[in-house]
């Protein structure tokens, strides 16, 4: 799919509050999402897990395969049933993936990383440097992984406030 489309549908569905299934580069599986923010840098998104907001994803914009927006039907019921009209924005700065990392760092919120290999970590942003972040995962057994360095180049979605980080994080070693 080429850029302009992608960013007419990333559009649509901000401007709609609509759900839409998304694609991104570092992930066999796709996302429904409803578009918070977005600018030619960053994409801010509410996750629609069937019918229910969990969390919010974060990504950048050049990490898009695809983006349609979903049908008319599903985006009536999410209308009709007030998920889609309610959902809370999140006070993150999006300028670019830096100031995305500060205002979670900021935040003292622990997050899912998915790493543009496909890689996986759940834990915490210990710091924000200029190029990079340190940042300390836990494992399945919810025990403290030694920290490691990951460029912002490297980040290729960042979960926030879904039930499954925000639940697990509870019980953390």
Known sequence: MK??????QLDKSAEGCLSGNCYLDCDNDYYN?????????IVLAAHDDDFAIDGYLIFSLDKVKSFSVKTDI???????????????VPDIDCEDMHSVCESIFMKD???????SDGS????????VKKHSIIFRGYDADGVWLEPVK????DIGVIRY?????????KYVL
């Open 74 to 88: 599903y985006n009536r019921i999410m209308m009709q049933e007030m998920i889609s009209t309610d959902i809370f």
């Open 161 to 169: 406030g879904d039930r499954y980080t925000e639940i697990f994080s």
């Open 150 to 153: 990951i460029s912002f180049d």
């Open 109 to 115: 919120k622990f997050i899912s990383l998915y790493r």
């Open 120 to 127: 996986f970590y759940i834990g915490k942003l210990l710091r």
């Open 3 to 8: 850029k302009k489309e992608i960013i007419k």
């Open 33 to 41: 999402l409803i578009i918070l923010k977005r600018n030619n840098n």
